[in-house]
């Protein structure tokens, strides 16, 4: 059976610290490993990973995948309270297809 | 632009019931899905579409019936709601480079 795991479900931090969220997957098929954000409502889309050991980064945000152990990260550093939020990671199986983990819920406090 | 909006935003059903949420994009994108997102259980695919006229199932489609009629539309519609698809429902669009966008959502209680 296909399946995503986060690590951890929750992270509570202070501004300015610096966190690690964990996505580990085990799934037939694999094709990319994605990267959301949930505030209040719609995920929005963050980072999208294909190839190992390549960095993707935005600002604060990076992420990198190592397709031999199954696993990515994402690192947010200087985190500030506007980073709050639900972190989603999905894995394309197939053409059309994403199966998500259950996300970390990252909460930053002044 | 709207990009993806849901209708409705909330809905209480009574066991039984049926309805039909209504997904709406204005950005031509060719693939359409129905998400649940349920505590502890993250995002599960409910249907999927690829294209106007076609539909195919997802990880937990029991329950549900879609229809893609127009490529702006995703329909999905529970016959007779149960208790367990209390939930709240994502529609999302994607036009093929997986970057999906997600619309605000739809909170619906089965009573």
């Known amino acids: 059976e296909d399946k995503v795991v986060q690590s951890p479900l929750s992270l509570v931090v202070h501004e300015g610290d610096t966190v690690t969220l964990n996505c580990s997957y085990e799934?037939?098929?694999?094709?990319?490993l994605l990267w959301y954000k949930q505030e209040k409502k719609a995920p929005t889309f963050l980072f999208m990973l294909?190839?190992?050991?390549i960095e993707k980064k935005s600002g604060r945000l990076s992420s990198i995948l190592d397709k031999k152990e199954l696993f990515s990260i994402l690192n947010i550093t200087a985190t500030q309270t506007g980073d709050s939020a639900v972190y989603l990671c999905?894995?394309?199986?197939?053409?059309?297809?994403?199966?998500f983990g259950t996300g970390t819920r990252l909460q930053v406090f002044p | 632009n709207a990009g993806v909006t849901q209708t409705p935003k909330f809905r209480v059903l009574k066991t039984g019931q049926s309805m039909t949420l209504l997904c709406a994009q204005d950005?031509?994108?060719?693939?359409m899905y129905w998400y649940r997102q349920d505590p502890g259980m993250g995002l599960r695919l409910i249907h999927y579409?690829?294209?106007?006229?076609?539909?195919a199932k997802g990880e937990v489609p029991d329950g549900y019936n879609v229809s893609r009629l127009k490529k702006q539309n995703f329909l999905l519609g529970l016959e007779s709601a149960a208790p367990s698809q209390t939930s709240v429902y994502f529609c999302?669009?994607?036009?093929?480079?997986?970057?999906?966008?997600f619309g605000p959502g739809t909170r619906l209680t089965v009573l």
């Open positions: 294909t190839s190992s050991g």
């Open positions: 579409s690829v294209g106007e006229g076609t539909t």
């Open positions: 999302a669009t994607e036009r093929g480079d997986n970057e999906q966008f």
């Open positions: 799934v037939t098929n694999f094709r990319s």
């Open positions: 950005m031509n994108h060719e693939y």
């Open positions: 999905a894995v394309e199986i197939n053409t059309d297809k994403l199966i």
